[in-house]
């Protein structure tokens, strides 16, 4: 019992007041549905331009395709056990409203928004939690900005849903839910025209003025330092332009130095998202982060450009050694003529919001070739349970688990209580050479206080990491995990080996320090979606071990 009191107080005593009777309200108080006629549309006084597409999740008229699995409609309505929560979150989204190709399927979507209305009664089910319902209201609202008409008993709905979420804000969660139900609030508020319209866009407005600077750090990074939540972001942000620029003429007065600096920020979202991404233009798998679920990185920038006329910075080298310090977020890009590093060197988030994060601390991610070699295990799924809990957990990540531990504490899905943070960063190159040496303390509240300490040594042709752990410990291993394309070789000596590459490229590798197998592992690089792969452990004999690749 002592010890699940010190887990709460070390998770709890993080949060701000407003997360505590924030929560208390949010389930003491539930509001009436106000039912009142929607107002008037607003007359537009700009162009919408297409919003970044994702992919199609309506695959027939009736039938929905969501983390890995379908439903017909008719099989499993809009509610109840028959799919998980996020799958149900999912459905109410509306995504494909604005998905790739959408207007093939408009006649299914005049469908599909009927039916909704019909069958979803207002502050009832999950529809209407306040997450779907922001996310739905900006697709509708897209969704007729980009020539669509919404039936009078659509409109009305929307009216109704916005009453609701003006009345359930998420001041709870905070960060991104909060942020995407001001979003829509902004989104409504522009789109309808009435003294109740102005006053969603105040509500939206004043959120947006108190997020923005918390939300988007100095570097770019969206402040929770997933690679996921960031694209989200940034299309967040891509959306904003896009709106007040088609009801440039509704904006208040005391708003406007808020929308002429939004492109400002998205210029560096994008730089940040760019030297996020893998030369094979994915993000990089750190903290919560999957594929598929916001826009792809080619998608947004292109919507960008369109948008906001921003181009994306290159990465680009050479012969030479370029390195990119993001340290408001704490990462670190190198780049050489075939390699490409992405370093941790960051702090799990907010101390109030770590509910994305992973126990990663001194995680890396490495291309060679244009191709994924070692990498993080990613995200299949949320919710509670061993799955979530495995994939959050250090040894699912390329850095080192000290006595079996994790090094933050993640537990219950979505919280954590003592945090790993880093210390003794040091960052020095030359034109051949990088050396990035970094320590953290999560594993201090161990017996015998180890710390973690990592160093990377890059060149043109050669990574090396040796990892030193300091302080009394039972057991230390390093885990590189590679990519399922990736087939590793074992030499007799059982140290040393080959990477074989998908395009036939070889890397060669050698251990020191310890004992080294090859580890059966997972990646998940979509949500549902857990492919087996391996990864190569070194057990410490003593205090430091070392892999090499050289290529």
């Known amino acids: 019992m002592r010890n699940k009191a010190v887990l709460y107080w070390e998770t709890l005593r993080h949060l701000k007041a407003v997360q505590f009777y924030g929560r208390a309200w949010f389930r003491l108080v539930t509001p009436r549905p106000d039912l009142a006629p929607a107002p008037a549309t607003r007359a537009c006084s700009g162009l919408w331009?297409?919003?970044?597409?994702?992919?199609?999740?309506?695959?027939?008229?009736?039938?929905?395709?969501?983390?890995?699995?379908?439903?017909?409609?008719?099989?499993?309505?809009?509610?109840?056990?028959?799919?998980?929560?996020?799958?149900?979150?999912?459905?109410?989204?509306?995504?494909?409203?604005?998905?790739?190709?959408?207007?093939?399927?408009?006649?299914?979507?005049?469908?599909?928004?009927?039916?909704?209305?019909?069958?979803?009664?207002?502050?009832?089910?999950?529809?209407?939690?306040?997450?779907?319902?922001?996310?739905?209201?900006?697709?509708?609202?897209?969704?007729?900005?980009?020539?669509?008409?919404?039936?009078?008993?659509?409109?009305?709905?929307?009216?109704?849903?916005?009453?609701?979420?003006?009345?359930?804000?998420?001041?709870?969660?905070?960060?991104?839910?909060?942020?995407s139900n001001a979003k829509a609030l902004v989104f409504a508020g522009l789109f309808f025209d009435s003294p109740e319209a102005d006053a969603w866009i105040h509500q939206g407005?004043?959120?947006?003025?108190?997020?923005?600077?918390?939300?988007?750090?100095?570097?770019?990074?969206?402040?929770?330092?997933?690679?996921?939540?960031?694209?989200?972001?940034?299309?967040?942000?891509?959306?904003?332009?896009?709106?007040?620029?088609?009801?440039?003429?509704?904006?208040?007065?005391r708003w406007r130095r808020l929308v002429e600096v939004l492109p400002e920020q998205a210029q560096r979202m994008s730089a940040w998202l760019e030297c996020m991404c893998h030369p094979d233009g994915e993000i990089a798998l750190f903290n919560d982060a999957a594929f598929g679920v916001a826009p792809a990185p080619v998608e947004l920038r292109r919507h960008a450009l369109a948008v906001a006329g921003i181009r994306p910075q290159s990465l680009a080298t050479g012969d030479a050694l370029r390195v990119v310090h993001l340290r408001p977020s704490g990462y670190i890009r190198a780049d050489t003529s075939e390699a490409a590093l992405i370093v941790d060197v960051a702090p799990i988030g907010p101390d109030y919001l770590p509910g994305h994060a992973h126990a990663d601390t001194l995680s890396f991610e490495l291309s060679i070739y244009k191709q994924r070699v070692i990498v993080n295990g990613g995200i299949s799924q949320y919710g509670k349970g061993s799955a979530r809990d495995a994939e959050r957990g250090t040894p699912?990540?390329?850095?080192?688990?000290?006595?079996?531990?994790?090094?933050?504490?993640?537990?219950?899905?979505?919280?954590?209580?003592?945090?790993?943070?880093?210390?003794?960063?040091?960052v020095t190159q030359d034109q051949e050479t990088l050396r990035i040496s970094c320590?953290?303390?999560?594993?201090?509240?161990?017996?015998?206080?180890?710390?973690?300490?990592?160093?990377?040594?890059?060149?043109?042709?050669?990574?090396?990491?040796?990892?030193?752990?300091?302080?009394?410990?039972?057991?230390?291993?390093?885990?590189?995990?590679?990519?399922?394309?990736?087939?590793?070789?074992?030499?007799?000596?059982?140290?040393?080996?080959?990477?074989?590459?998908?395009?036939?490229?070889?890397?060669?590798?050698?251990?020191?320090?310890?004992?080294?197998?090859?580890?059966?592992?997972?990646?998940?690089?979509?949500?549902?979606?857990?492919?087996?792969?391996?990864?190569?452990?070194?057990?410490?004999?003593?205090e430091s071990a070392a892999i090499t690749l050289e290529w």
């Open 396 to 426: 699912a990540h390329s850095t080192v688990t000290v006595n079996g531990e994790n090094s933050s504490e993640v537990w219950a899905g979505f919280r954590v209580a003592r945090r790993a943070r880093p210390f003794d960063l040091s």
């Open 205 to 253: 407005m004043t959120i947006l003025a108190r997020e923005l600077p918390e939300q988007i750090l100095d570097d770019g990074a969206q402040f929770e330092r997933s690679t996921m939540y960031h694209a989200l972001a940034f299309e967040d942000l891509l959306d904003l332009i896009n709106v007040t620029r088609v009801y440039s003429d509704a904006i208040p007065e």
């Open 439 to 542: 320590a953290h303390d999560g594993y201090k509240r161990l017996p015998g206080q180890p710390v973690h300490r990592r160093t990377w040594n890059l060149s043109s042709n050669c990574l090396q990491i040796k990892d030193h752990v300091e302080g009394a410990f039972e057991s230390a291993v390093a885990r590189f995990h590679l990519h399922p394309n990736v087939i590793c070789t074992v030499d007799a000596s059982g140290d040393s080996g080959q990477l074989g590459l998908s395009d036939g490229h070889e890397i060669r590798w050698r251990a020191t320090g310890g004992a080294v197998q090859l580890e059966p592992s997972f990646y998940c690089p979509e949500f549902g979606r857990r492919e087996p792969t391996q990864c190569i452990s070194i057990a410490l004999d003593g």
């Open 49 to 179: 331009t297409v919003s970044a597409q994702r992919n199609i999740k309506l695959i027939d008229k009736s039938e929905f395709q969501f983390l890995g699995k379908r439903g017909q409609l008719h099989e499993i309505g809009w509610d109840g056990p028959q799919r998980e929560k996020l799958w149900r979150y999912n459905q109410h989204y509306f995504d494909d409203l604005n998905a790739a190709q959408a207007p093939d399927r408009v006649d299914w979507h005049k469908a599909l928004l009927a039916e909704w209305v019909a069958r979803n009664p207002p502050g009832q089910g999950t529809a209407w939690e306040p997450y779907p319902t922001s996310l739905r209201v900006v697709n509708w609202v897209k969704w007729a900005l980009a020539g669509n008409v919404l039936t009078d008993a659509c409109l009305h709905s929307l009216a109704v849903q916005v009453r609701w979420l003006g009345r359930r804000l998420e001041f709870h969660l905070l960060g991104n839910h909060l942020f």
